[in-house]
C-alpha cells in the first residue's frame, strides 16, 4: 500500500536540519550517509508551522482563516498581513481589505475542558459575519496537546454550512521545518477541496505555486517568461480563490517558485491526477533562472523554445549583468534565508563574481546536497550553518567571518554594520532576468552606501557577551556524527 505522507517534513529520510561545519564535509558527511540528525542544547526560538501555513492561505479571496489556539499564536501573522496589504496595493487594488482572522482565544479553561464549543461559535461569527466561500481551521500545540478533534468538528459544522470548512494539522510542536506548514495547508486543500472536483483538462494550463513572499513585479516576470512559450498561468494559492484552486487538476504540469513549497503537493498530484512536474530551483539568478525555465519547458515538450528564449534573454542581460559584476567582483558574501532563496542566491552571486563565505539555511536533503555540489564547484570551502534562526550562531560566524556584505534577512547583520539586502523581498522584484538586474544593483547600492546600518550598529547593542563570539559557534549542536 502507498505510503500517506503525513505532512511533518522530518519524516523523510535524509533529513536535517541541526548541522555546523564547512561546506566540503556537509557534502562529503552527506554522501557517505554520514550526516545524522542532531539537536541542539541551546536554542534561540523556531519559527512556527502554523504561521507558514496561515500565510500560505492568507491572501485567498473570500476566505476566513480561524486559528484554533491562544491568542499569542497569530502574533505572526501580522508580516502577512502586511504583505497581503502591500500586494493589494501593487496589483492597482483600491480599498485595500485586512485577510479576516479570527483566534479561538483557548485558555485555561478551555484546556482542561476543551475548546470545541469557541472552536463552533467561531466558525458561526465568520459565517454571520463574511459569508466566505472558504473557512480554514488552523491547529496550534494548545489544541493538539488538549485533543479537540478539528476534523470531526469541521465536518458536523460542514453539514449546514455552505462554505467549505477546511481543518488544517499544522501543530507547532509536530515539525521543527517551518515548511512543514505548508504541506499541512496542502494535504487539507487535497482532502477537503479537490476530492470533490472533476476536472477538465487544458493542454497550455500550468499549476504555478508561489509562497506568501513572491513580490507582484516576480508573479509577473514569471508569468511573462511562462507566456514566452504560450503557457496560461494557473497563480497559486497567492492571491487566488476557490475557483483558481479547484482550477488544479485541469493542468496540463506543474512547477513552485520556491524548492520548499508545493513540492510534496506537486508529486501527490502526479500520483492521483497525472499532473507531471518540475521541480528544480528558485529562478534567482542566471542560471537557476535557466535551469527553472527548462525545468518546466521539459516537462511541456517546449526545450527547443525555452533554449531560444534563453538566449535572447541572455543577449539582452549580459551587458547588464557585466556592469554590476564591475561593482561586487571580490566581494565576499554571507547568505541567510529559507532552504530555496539561500541556495538560490549563492548561486546568483556567481553571476557578480562574489565570494560565499557562509550560508544559513535551514534544512539539508537531497536537494540541499544537489546545491551544495554545484557551489562546491565554483566557491572556496564556505560555513555552512543549518539552522532555523539560531541569531547567536549567525552573529558569531559573522564576527569571525568578517564579510564585506550580507545577503538574506538582516536584522542582525544589520545591527553589526554589515550592508544588507534583503533576499526575502516580497515588496521588489528578486526573480527571472529582470530580478537578476534589478537584485543585483540592490546589492551593489548597499555596498556603497552602508551609512544606515554603521549608524545603527553604533547606536544597538546585541545582547551577546565579548566572550560568546570567541566561542565555537556550533557549540550547542549535539550528536549528528559529521557535525564539527
Ligand atoms: S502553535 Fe505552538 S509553536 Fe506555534 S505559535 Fe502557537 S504555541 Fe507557539
Not at 49 to 76: K, R, T, W, Y
Not at 314 to 333: F, S
Not at 356 to 361: A, F
Request: proline content about 4%.
Amino acid at each position: 500500500m502507498a505510503e500517506t505522507y503525513s505532512g511533518v517534513r522530518e519524516s523523510k529520510s535524509g533529513r536535517v536540519n541541526d548541522y555546523g561545519g564547512s561546506s566540503k564535509a556537509a557534502e562529503e558527511s552527506f554522501r557517505k550517509g554520514c550526516l545524522k540528525r542532531a539537536d541542539r542544547s541551546f536554542a534561540q526560538g523556531l519559527q512556527c508551522q502554523q504561521i507558514n501555513s496561515m500565510a500560505a492561505l492568507m491572501s485567498l479571496e473570500d476566505a476566513v482563516f480561524i486559528a484554533h489556539s491562544p491568542q499569542g499564536c497569530i502574533g505572526c501573522t501580522s508580516l502577512a498581513v502586511d504583505m497581503y496589504r502591500v500586494g493589494q496595493a501593487h496589483r492597482g487594488v483600491k480599498h485595500i481589505k485586512n485577510p479576516h482572522i479570527i483566534v479561538t482565544n483557548l485558555d485555561q479553561k478551555s484546556v482542561i475542558f476543551g475548546g470545541e464549543k469557541k472552536l463552533r461559535d467561531s466558525v458561526q461569527k465568520a459565517i454571520e459575519r463574511y459569508n466566505p466561500k472558504m473557512i480554514f481551521v488552523f491547529a496550534s500545540c494548545a489544541s493538539g496537546v488538549i485533543g479537540d478533534d478539528i476534523d470531526a468538528i469541521c465536518a458536523d459544522l460542514q453539514k449546514s454550512a455552505d462554505a467549505v470548512i477546511v481543518p488544517i494539522h499544522c501543530e507547532g510542536f509536530k515539525s521543527k521545518i517551518c515548511a512543514s506548514g505548508f504541506d499541512a495547508a496542502f494535504i487539507s486543500i487535497q482532502k477537503y477541496i479537490l476530492s470533490k472536483v472533476q476536472a477538465e483538462k487544458k493542454d497550455n494550463l500550468v499549476n504555478l505555486f508561489a509562497p506568501v513572499s513572491i513580490s507582484y513585479a516576480d508573479q509577473k516576470e514569471m508569468e511573462r517568461m511562462l507566456g514566452l512559450l504560450d503557457i496560461e498561468t494557473n497563480y497559486i494559492p497567492f492571491y487566488s480563490s476557490l475557483e483558481k484552486i479547484k482550477k488544479i487538476p485541469s493542468a496540463a504540469a506543474s512547477t513552485s517558485i520556491c524548492k520548499v513549497f508545493a513540492d510534496e503537493f506537486m508529486n501527490s498530484l502526479e500520483k492521483e491526477y497525472g499532473i507531471p512536474y518540475s521541480h528544480t530551483v528558485m529562478p534567482i539568478g542566471l542560471r537557476n533562472t535557466d535551469k527553472w525555465f527548462r525545468g518546466i519547458a521539459q516537462v511541456m515538450g517546449k526545450e527547443k523554445e525555452a533554449d531560444e528564449i534563453i538566449n535572447r534573454e541572455h543577449e539582452r542581460i549580459t551587458p547588464l549583468v557585466q556592469k554590476i559584476r564591475e561593482r561586487l567582483q571580490g566581494k565576499r558574501v554571507f547568505i541567510c534565508g529559507g532552504t530555496g532563496r539561500s541556495f538560490a542566491a549563492a548561486a546568483l552571486i556567481d553571476d557578480f563574481g562574489m565570494e560565499l563565505v557562509g550560508l544559513e539555511t535551514p534544512t539539508y536533503d537531497d536537494d540541499a546536497q544537489v546545491d551544495i555540489e554545484y557551489l562546491n564547484g565554483i566557491h572556496k570551502d564556505f560555513v555552512v550553518d543549518i539552522a532555523n534562526m539560531q541569531p547567536f550562531e549567525q552573529v558569531n560566524l559573522i564576527k569571525k567571518l568578517k564579510p564585506d556584505v550580507f545577503i538574506g534577512v538582516p536584522e542582525w547583520a544589520a545591527k553589526l554594520g554589515l550592508p544588507t539586502t534583503h533576499v526575502l523581498d516580497m515588496k521588489r522584484p528578486t526573480m527571472g532576468y529582470d530580478g537578476l538586474i534589478y537584485l543585483g544593483n540592490k546589492i551593489a547600492d548597499q555596498l556603497e552606501n552602508p551609512g544606515f546600518n554603521k549608524k545603527l550598529a553604533a547606536h544597538v547593542r546585541l545582547p551577546y557577551k565579548d566572550s560568546w563570539y570567541e566561542e565555537d559557534a556550533f557549540k550547542y549542536i549535539v550528536g549528528g556524527g559529521a557535525n564539527v
